[in-house]
């Protein structure tokens, strides 16, 4: 009888390079999960609230035809002072924040008056003046439309400055769920099994397909979106106000020490400045008049009526015929008219103008020519970011990448759900190789300092690592 002796069989150790790129894997998997544990619930709401917001102008049109649209196109409106006198007996009192003449002749005039809030960012409440006969067709409180609560949610959470700071670093911490994300798949998209047919397996193709398919339109919604943003919008701002922009400085206007700014003249979403010009200062009216008084601009006295300021500004904003026009009455016996072209496709067809009340003089004109570099990119990103840019086709692409947010944090929720352990939460086991995590946080420290509540928020995790779940073993637990 022969015997065998029996071997041990020894596993070859893997090779270096393969348990490096295992723990950078591991230390990416953590903060991919925590960035989706901490924003996930925000950035569903602000894809849902989008991809309806998209359609504001379809719907609004909709909405209120019967105070915006006319049975018969008007031949011969009434003077625009005409028309806001009766908007303004329609609402004894309410000082006139702006109006909007008809963009066609079958449209009304809207006049938005002073509503229950006041100050520069108060919304409002429109009144709609029939062209031709000069009576009150209609009012709506632009406060509390559905669309306007639609975007509130969408920028702050109906929070103020709060949820503006929380929106900001939702968006922030997608960016860093799309860069995560994309690493971990191209690392493990060949060891990952493609039989798997577990609905795990499934949601996390469809994840996959998603995120990859539409991870850039996806950063492309962010950055666009982020002008807005409280703290990077800000900042932003004033890199474009220092860095090729021709705006006029508060030098230029040495009657005011401080200047008003044109983005604190309103709120209204539909009779504001653009972003590029939300930092240009506002002169001061002169003229013999100017010290007196104390209404609206109309209401000053010697002040010019509307139609003169949009006569003045006429040369300017006639070449625009895809432009709304809006005009933003003085506040005060210094005032000025702004004048906005507001253009419904194209941004560089956009121009501002600040109009002396008294003499109808141009101040300021402020269009694509002098907007800076940044201030461009920036404009553009927001009519594309809009679905306006380029008409059916752009809201459509908008519209699919929300859908698209929307499906990942679906899928991603319910593929924590299912692989996490009963009664804990499932993170990403943290990585032994400190110089593998120390490198995944030297590229998060890069992304943090670009984006500033991103980084503050980064170093809030690593201490809440640190400090808890490091030492206290029960959360430790919990959390694995």
Excluded at 261 to 286: C, F, H, I, Q, Y
Excluded at 327 to 344: I, N
Excluded at 463 to 478: E, H, N, Q, S
């Amino acid at each position: 009888m022969t015997s065998v002796e029996a071997r041990p069989v020894s596993t070859p150790a893997p090779p270096a390079t393969t348990a490096a790129s295992s723990q950078r894997y591991r230390a990416v998997w953590r903060w991919h999960f925590y960035a989706g544990l901490f924003v996930a619930p925000v950035l569903l709401v602000l894809a849902v609230t989008g991809s309806i917001y998209l359609f504001k102008e379809p719907f609004e049109t909709w909405r209120y035809q019967d105070v915006r649209e006319l049975a018969q196109p008007v031949a011969a409106p009434r003077p625009l002072s005409e028309q806001i006198a009766a908007a303004q007996r329609a609402r004894p009192g309410a000082p006139v924040m702006s109006v909007i003449p008809p963009a066609s002749p079958d449209r009304t005039t809207r006049v938005i008056l002073q509503g229950a809030d006041s100050g520069p960012f108060a919304q409002g409440v429109s009144v709609y003046v029939h062209p031709g006969t000069g009576e009150v067709v209609g009012q709506i409180d632009d406060a509390a439309t559905f669309m306007r609560v639609v975007r509130t949610t969408h920028g702050e959470l109906m929070a103020g400055t709060v949820g503006d700071r929380v929106v900001e670093v939702a968006a922030c911490w997608a960016l860093i769920l799309v860069a995560s994300g994309t690493y971990l798949w191209w690392t493990g998209r060949r060891t990952r099994s493609r039989a798997s047919r577990s609905a795990r397996g499934r949601l996390r193709r469809l994840h996959v397909l998603v995120g990859v398919g539409a991870g850039a339109v996806v950063v492309f919604l962010v950055m666009s979106g982020l002008p807005w943003s409280g703290v990077w919008g800000d900042g932003l701002q004033r890199v474009q106000e220092r860095t090729g922009s021709t705006a006029p400085s508060a030098a230029d206007f040495p009657s005011t020490s401080t200047p008003p700014l044109s983005g604190e003249l309103s709120g209204n979403p539909d009779a504001k400045v653009p972003w590029a010009a939300e930092r240009l200062p506002v002169p001061s009216s002169g003229g013999e008049h100017a010290g007196h008084g104390g209404g609206g601009g109309v209401l000053q006295p010697g002040a010019l009526p509307v139609e003169a300021a949009l006569a003045a500004a006429g040369p300017s904003v006639a070449s625009c015929a895809e432009c709304d026009v809006k005009v933003l009455l003085p506040d005060g016996p210094t005032g000025v008219y702004t004048v906005v072209a507001e253009p419904r496709r194209d941004p560089s067809d956009g121009r501002t103008l600040h109009v002396d009340q008294y003499t109808g003089k141009v101040l300021t004109s402020y269009g694509w020519a002098e907007y800076g570099t940044v201030a461009k990119l920036v404009e553009q990103g927001i009519a594309l970011h809009e679905g306006r840019r380029y008409g059916p086709a752009n809201l459509a692409v908008m519209l699919a990448a929300c859908l698209a947010l929307v499906t990942l944090v679906v899928t991603g929720a319910m593929m924590w759900w299912k692989r996490r352990p009963r009664g804990r939460a499932g993170a990403p086991a943290r990585p032994t190789d400190r110089r593998s995590a120390y490198g995944v946080i030297a590229v998060m420290a890069v992304l943090g300092l670009v984006f500033p509540l991103a980084g503050v928020t980064m170093a809030a995790v690593l201490l809440l690592d640190w400090l808890v779940l490091r030492r206290i073993p029960a959360v430790a637990r919990f959390v694995s």
